[in-house]
């Protein structure tokens, strides 16, 4: 079993930055793929960046590369989300998921994605 809780949420002005954290419990986690997506009210929930089991590979969505960063920690059991130039439309609640299998590959599909947190909101004023 494999526990996600989110933090770092907020509010922020258009241009700002924020660092999203995903603490996670269960002992696969240093050898699962994970994800951070976001959601905004009668919307799907949207991919925004994914890491490897590894660190070795990271995958973005268009709208937000090159102005998020995605990094994990081993030792600590974290995963990061570094988010700067924010924009109005980054707006949503965000989640952070894990693969939950050791060893198989980072996928941007939510659907193959087992563990989930909480979610953590972000708001960007303009």
């Known amino acids: 079993q494999v526990q996600l809780v989110e933090s770092g949420g907020g509010l922020v002005q258009a241009g700002g930055s924020l660092r999203l954290s995903c603490a996670a419990s269960?002992?696969?986690?240093?050898?699962?793929?994970m994800a951070w997506f976001r959601q905004t009210p009668g919307k799907e929930r949207e991919f925004v960046a994914g890491?490897?089991?590894?660190?070795?590979?990271?995958k973005y969505a268009d709208a937000v590369k090159d102005r998020f960063t995605i990094s994990r920690d081993i030792i600590k059991s974290t995963v990061y989300l570094q988010m700067n130039s924010l924009k109005p439309e980054d707006t949503a609640v965000y989640y952070c998921a894990s693969r939950g299998v050791p060893f198989v590959p980072l996928t941007t599909t939510q659907s193959t994605y087992v563990y989930w947190g909480q979610g953590t909101q972000v708001t960007v004023s303009s």
């Open positions: 269960g002992r696969t986690f240093s050898n699962c793929a």
């Open positions: 890491i490897s089991w590894s660190g070795g590979d990271t």
